[in-house]
């Protein structure tokens, strides 16, 4: 990787800043090659890196480089400061994960450094993907800066959890054997799906082709709308009686091709050789199964919705005709992602509505149509941060 090249990754994710939730301000790093790496200057906005920002330092140099050369599993840095993070990580001196994003990704808790030397951070981070400078904000790494971005992401949604928590009578924590356990399954499994680089293209009819275009399109609306982080939720489309389309596992939305989306039977649930499924691909087929009407499911992380599944909460919908189409908001039992017994829990909670909360997790969105379905996913997380009281867009400082 050149320079060039790392600063064009460094300010195409930068996008991810968007500031639906929260303004941070922070820095992004990334190692160039063994010698050197790039750099935004501290404490900027985000959202408004540009290109004069960056500067190239040698890997010896300063804290950064010192876990640059500590740890050759780690490739990217992001510090980012927002109210939530600092409010946390002032009061607190470890975090337990109430959401399995966080556990999975970022590990099974999360510390709170007294400072951010590299002698104190390399210690919070082992084995860990992220944690939090005590009055400061975070610090997440990854081997890629899509992995470190999504983390400090996820580490922000939590943080923003933990502060509203009393409106939600508290939170429902991750009992630690379960928080390891899907650290160890990310860590396994999870992060290691789908890196061919291509796959072959499936022979496919027109409209099964705008179909695949259309899953594509709503997943980049999805990421620029701030209801994912990273490769978390998926999204899928009725194909014909038998048949859907869905995303694959662990793959960016902004990575995703034509031919990557998979075709899954919804009966028998296979595929043959294509690249593997979402995870909750058994969870996407049993609601075709059950709603012959369904078209679309789409499956969110987002930040509002995600709090109220941390604390095992619904909420109801009053709002002509978003409570028409889905109904008000139940949440599911917890159970392991990607399981039989997810599937049952969630069968169950979305009764009487076409839409719920996925406790410690997320929620799920089914409709006739995706773009209907998206933006009731976007109508209904703007409820979820109205009840919390948070949420409101950053006004533009140079508007």
């Known amino acids: 990787m050149d320079i060039n090249t790392a600063k064009e990754a460094l300010l195409k994710r930068s996008n991810a800043f968007r ?3 929260f303004t941070a301000y922070g820095q992004l790093v990334l190692r160039v090659n063994e010698e050197t790496y790039i750099s935004s200057r501290e404490n900027l906005r985000l959202s408004k890196l540009t290109g004069k920002d960056f500067d190239l330092f040698d890997i010896n140099t300063g804290d950064i480089g010192r876990i640059f050369s500590s740890r050759d599993d780690i490739n990217a840095i992001v510090f980012i400061c927002t109210e939530a993070a600092v409010r946390f990580s002032k009061e607190n001196q470890i975090m337990r994960p109430a959401l399995d994003d966080l556990a999975q990704i970022i590990g099974p808790d999360v510390t709170v450094c007294p400072d951010g030397t590299a002698r104190t951070l390399l210690k919070a981070l082992r084995n860990r993907r992220g944690c939090f400078i005590q009055g400061s904000g975070i610090i997440a790494v990854g081997d890629t800066i899509e992995e470190a971005i999504a983390g400090a992401r996820i580490l922000e949604k939590s943080a923003e959890a933990e502060i509203y928590s009393g409106k939600l009578h508290g939170l429902q924590y991750l009992d630690p054997t379960t928080a390891q356990e899907l650290h160890k399954y990310y860590d396994g499994s999870y992060s290691k799906v789908n890196q061919k680089e291509k ?6 009819g027109a409209e099964e082709f705008q179909l695949r275009n259309r899953i594509i399109d709503c997943g980049k609306d999805m990421s620029r709308s701030e209801l994912v982080q ?4 998926n999204i899928s489309l009725r194909l014909n009686p038998d048949t859907m389309l869905i995303t694959p596992s662990g793959m960016d939305y902004f990575s995703i091709r034509t031919e ?3 075709r899954m039977n919804i009966h028998d ?3 043959g050789m294509q690249r593997k ?3 909750e691909y058994r969870l996407h087929a049993a609601l075709y199964r059950r709603y012959p009407e369904c078209n679309a499911i789409i499956h969110t992380h987002s930040n509002g919705i995600s709090a109220f599944a941390a604390a095992h909460a619904g909420f109801r919908i009053s709002e ?6 889905i109904g008000d908001m139940h949440c599911s039992e917890y159970r392991t992602p990607g399981t039989d017994e997810l599937c049952d829990s969630i069968m169950e909670a979305i009764k009487g509505s076409h839409a719920c ?3 410690n997790h997320g929620a799920i969105f089914c409709g006739n149509d995706l773009d209907v379905t998206l933006a009731i996913a976007n109508a209904v997380e703007s409820r979820a941060c109205n009840l919390l009281g948070f949420g409101q867009r950053a006004e533009e400082e140079d508007a």
Do not use: C
């Open 320 to 325: 002509p005709p978003i409570d028409q189409l």
């Open 277 to 279: 499924p979402s995870s």
């Open 19 to 21: 500031e639906r939730y």
């Open 269 to 271: 649930l296979k595929y």
């Open 357 to 359: 909360i996925i406790a």
């Open 260 to 262: 990557d989306i998979v």
């Open 230 to 233: 990273g490769s978390w939720g």
């Open 199 to 204: 796959v072959d293209f499936i022979s496919s």
